[in-house]
């Protein structure tokens, strides 16, 4: 069946194919060949599994890219509902009570002693529940086999209490007052829970879809601008969020304007000679250089270089604690400046070529100088490509973590660098970012398996920023495009 | 508008600031002389380099000197049983002792010290006396800070004596503190009316070992162990042992023993060492002996750490030896000789060991010295002295400093600037001996957890990695992207073809922070769970794409309408969903049939591969989705520009479709493509944080697609932030981004020449 696929691999040529048939045209005497030899042929020339594969590589990138989304949403979105928390019994009296996060076939470790025994009776499942109380059981997360379970239920009694440490806790409301709550756990033990270690309550069986869309939408809005707690596990990521919109905003006053004018220098004034086109392609391929180099450079450059001198002149008096002479959001920004400046280039310098000469001939021509043919004739009409070119090298900053790892990103920031001290901007500090806390908490954490929904939430976030960003670009290109570019042209 | 030229130039500059940061690695050694200064009142009149006046030298002269940390003082043994302490900047005698409290009633007439053994981490010395006693004396440099000031303050104190041989009755040494041991001793040793001529002394945890060649000619082990019961008070057990009959009638000449007091080593008048092995310290064990040279061997020292044993022989050979896995005995050591060493013109007089590196100074009796790595096997200075004769020397404890002693015992002192010794090309990029190690290796181990440690900074593990993660990636993502490419440019529908080509753009907008965390934390244990279910998707898929072809190649025509090429991937989405899920469902089963129930245990038997959770594997799905948007997007360009005329001919001429792209725009394009991939490799090379989550960062060297790696890039930023500014290591790590950049820059340069090239031949036709 597939002989004729496989062969085809190494068919013959057009030149092997095509004089037989001039010879059918030309009405020669055929060689005997069986009809089936000559659809072989046909299909041969088709090239139908080759057609197939491509066929199949389109769709196995398309996969890629959805089911990866697919499963940030999923997992990013989920975060944030109030699932239910469930009651189970099992078979030997205890008393469980934890949200149901998975489910998986038990993998069968006595088949291949037994030989296939647990095949006749179907595979068998367990679920794992996240029962929090970690200070009490150590962990958060346990698995159940369905075997074991006896009941299973959703009583409405049952209240989570995010805590300020230890994760949350699940339990029954006993007693509850001003100081706090007196709740009975799972294995009917009951713990005070003091009301300043609780940042947060609800009994999720007794909400309606609404209330806890109401919770939804809430929970979504603490995350963004609340504090990260228990080393990036719990909390809020706004600390990161700022440092991270800080930083691009930071790196942008500084990679828009070096880009512009390397842009122009070389499209305006530089006369087009062999030389200036080894550095264009010089400046395509600073493109490609791996950001790590950016952040090594950053270090020994920015950090250790400039802010060692700025330390020794200026801050003489701390030493030997480093100002600038260590990693900071200052340091951080211009290193990643650096490495988004060849965008910036690239960018300006494909809407200067796509501003016509007669515009710069006619300016000149009536007496403009070449810089003020620039400013008011090419400048506004590549301010599209300007800001397309920024947008990209923010969209391209706001996700670069290897850099930064190096310049002055940390796991916990103690304060942000603007805050309402006097000079109230800090560029020295240290900061928080959405990419490095992803690393951080989903590979630097202690408690991976608690962090990972967490993760999933800030990467949401993360592809969510740099979407819209890449977004607004085309959007902004887009009117800027049509306000500038008369038709005519 | 220069300012447009400036910043292009700083970007240069950039590449030149990384050039610069690590350039010192290769900065050779460098030595100044500092001058002669003669010790002693006399001289120290004459010179004026000393207020005060030392003492007249002293009968018989120097035994041996030493320098302190920071070069502010010389330590000198005198052969008369004394100890000073000189500060070098006036002369003075800062701490002095004498093996003699009060002076002999012959002057010069009472034992003398035959040796001085320094020990080589610590200040210790051992006085080998020529009435059979070993007297260790310990020399210390309490370092303080009164008003922000250095202040070094030596000491000197001898620790209990050893009576290694009987000779005439000792005077009294001063004893060192501590509570009193019930001993067990064995009488002492052999009586030996001839003395000592070498010795030397470790202190250990539990006791202590001593050892000494005797002037006629045999050689005497000491040792003492203590054991701590719960009940009751420590007990120390004392004996000796004579280890002559291991040398077979051979004169010894040399001995020491490692710091950690587990080999004892012999050298003898024909140029070998015999080695004993003291692991059992009561009964020491014969190891054997190995031939170091022609000439009688006159140095014997261990390394920082213990482990390299230097040998220098009366005709100047110096070599390193290193203790290594017996193969003939069961858990047996021998030493094996590692690296030979430049020649000294002249009998090495002293090896002197540094604190610091691996380093280590020989110098010879006619005024000679060179310095020596033992990592890299180089010597990397070879100077002379104007001195007449050299009959003590020393290294400075950081390797910074030297002094040779003259006959007349006037001081001959070098600095030594010697910033990075332990890296050359052969140890960044070859095989290296490594000490604890039993034949040469390719190693990444940059720190360790103490002073003694060896760096092991060889890049080769690291640039393997780095290619082995990026051949696992290309050969995934560069087949989907280019026949991806083929299928949107030249089947697919147009209307369609402007939204997967941005479709699969996004890909590369995606951060590689969250590629790596998806793969880190979410593909990694899911094909670990389900790796036997990957197996049977991909065979399912690929199974259905062949019936799926044959079943399409033999549609009547009508149906083919239907589903015309253009519409094949509405097929193909559909087919590879129903294969993964298809193929996870019967994963267990199939690890049943055809695994034997555990497939890490199945791929270890027939494939030898080893099973790691973060693998290559995964390595190559996650760096897939940052290379495929590059290769496709490049080459999907390239083949759509084909100009329309040469596939309009090619069908006309009544090629199908594919032959058309297969013998017409395949060819045209096939430069942008290689440059599509080219590009894609200096994408891959480059990737620092996919690498750095998706795999175990194990620098090993193992071309398994089914282990982890350590790439370059990723080992960077590991390590970046821990090296001390302008340390070996950090300069290594910028070397290391010079790598990456130089090897993308270069790629990405040829690649873009050659789509210029094709731009301009497509221009043409």
Known sequence: ?489 | MAGGMAILLAMAGMLVFIVAQAAPLWRAARTEHLGTVAVGAAAAAATGDFAGAVGAPPGGGLAAVALDEYQEHVVMVYVDGRVDVVRLADGAVAASWTVWPTAPAVPGGGPRVMAADLHPERDLWTLALSDGRIVPVEVTFAVTYPGGQRQITPSVRALEAVELVSGPPPPSVEASGGEPLRRESEPAGPASATGLVAAVFRPLPDGWVAAGLTADQRVVLRVEEQSRSLLGPARARETTVELTGGLEGRRPTALTVDPAGQYLLVGDADGGITAWNLRRRMTPELIGRVPAGDAPVSRLAFLLGGRSLVAATGDGRVTRWLPVADPDVPGGRRFQLVNEFQRHEAPVVAIGVSRRTKGFATMDASGGWAVHHATTGRTQLVRRTDLDAVTAAALAPRGDGIVLVGPGGELDRWTIDNPHPEVTLGTLFGKVWYEGYDEPAYVWQSSGGSDAFEPKLSLTPLLFGTLKGTLYALLLAVPVAVMGAIYTAHFMEPRWRAIVKPVVELMAGLPSVVLGMLAGLWLAPWMERHFPGVVASGVLAGAGLLVLAALWARFPLAWKNRLPASRLVLVALPLLVLAVWGGTAVGPLVERWFMGGDYRQWLLETGGLRFDQRNSLVVAVAMGFAVIPLVFSISEDALSSVPGHLVSGSLALGATRWETVRRVVLPVAAPAIFSAVMIGFGRAVGETMIVLMATGNTPVMDLGIFTGFRALAANVAVEMSEAPVGGTLYRVLFLSALLLAGVTFMVNTVAEMVRLRLRRRLAQL
């Open chain 1, 1 to 489: 069946m597939n002989g004729a696929a496989t062969e085809t691999t190494r068919g013959p040529g057009p030149q092997a194919v095509l004089p037989q048939h001039g010879a059918q045209e030309l009405g020669f005497p055929l060689p005997v060949t069986s009809a089936s030899r000559a659809a072989v042929a046909r299909r041969r020339r088709e090239g139908a599994l080759q057609v197939w594969m491509t066929a199949t590589a389109v769709a196995a990138s398309l996969l890629m890219v959805a089911g990866l989304l697919l499963l940030v949403l999923v997992n990013g979105l989920g975060y944030f509902w109030p699932r239910d928390v469930a009651r189970l019994e099992l078979v030997d009296g205890q008393v469980i009570i934890g949200e149901i996060v998975g489910r998986e076939p038990i993998p069968d470790m006595g088949a291949t002693l037994t030989g296939a025994t647990a095949s006749a009776s179907g595979p068998r499942y367990r679920i794992q529940l996240k029962t929090g109380n970690r200070d009490v059981y150590g962990l958060d997360y346990r698995w159940v086999d369905e075997d074991a379970i006896a009941a299973l239920g959703y009583p409405e009694d049952i209240t989570v209490f995010e805590r300020r440490a230890w994760g949350n806790l699940y339990g029954v409301v006993l007693e509850e007052n001003a100081d706090g709550y007196e709740v009975q756990l799972a294995d009917g033990r009951t713990r005070w829970l003091r009301a300043q270690d609780v940042v947060d309550s609800w009994r999720p069986n007794a909400m309606t879809t609404g209330q806890k869309l109401v919770a939804y939408a809430v929970n979504v809005w603490e995350f963004l601008t609340g504090e990260p707690r228990e080393s990036n596990t719990e909390g809020g990521i706004f600390p990161a969020l700022f440092g991270t919109v800080l930083m691009v905003f930071l790196m942008t006053l500084a990679a828009v304007p070096l880009g512009v004018l390397a842009a122009l220098y070389l499209r305006e004034y530089a006369g087009q000679g062999p030389l200036v086109s080894l550095v264009r392609v010089a400046v395509n391929n600073l493109a490609g250089v791996p950001s790590i180099v950016y952040g090594v450079f950053g270090l020994g450059f920015f950090v250790y270089g400039v802010g060692g001198t700025l330390d020794r002149l200026l801050f003489s008096d701390q030493l030997p604690t480093p100002t600038f002479g260590t990693g900071g959001i200052l340091w951080a920004s211009l290193t990643m400046a650096l490495l988004t400046v060849p965008v910036v280039i690239v960018a300006t310098e494909e809407g200067l070529a796509a501003v016509p000469g007669s515009l710069r001939e006619a300016s000149l021509a009536l007496g403009a100088t070449r810089w003020e043919t620039v400013r008011h004739v090419i400048l506004p009409r590549v301010l599209p490509a300007v800001i397309t070119g920024a947008i990209l090298a923010i969209a391209r900053a706001a996700g670069e973590v290897a850099p930064l790892m190096l310049t002055g990103v940390v796991k916990v920031a103690p304060a942000l660098a603007i805050d309402g001290t006097a000079p109230f901007v800090h560029l020295y500090r240290k900061f928080m970012h959405l990419g490095f806390h992803i690393y951080d908490a989903g590979f630097q954490s202690p408690n991976v398996e608690a962090a990972r929904p967490m993760v999933f939430a800030t990467t949401l976030v993360l592809l969510a920023l740099i979407t819209g960003l890449n977004l607004v670009a085309v959007v902004l290109r887009h009117r800027l495009r049509e306000r500038y570019q008369s038709p005519s042209v």
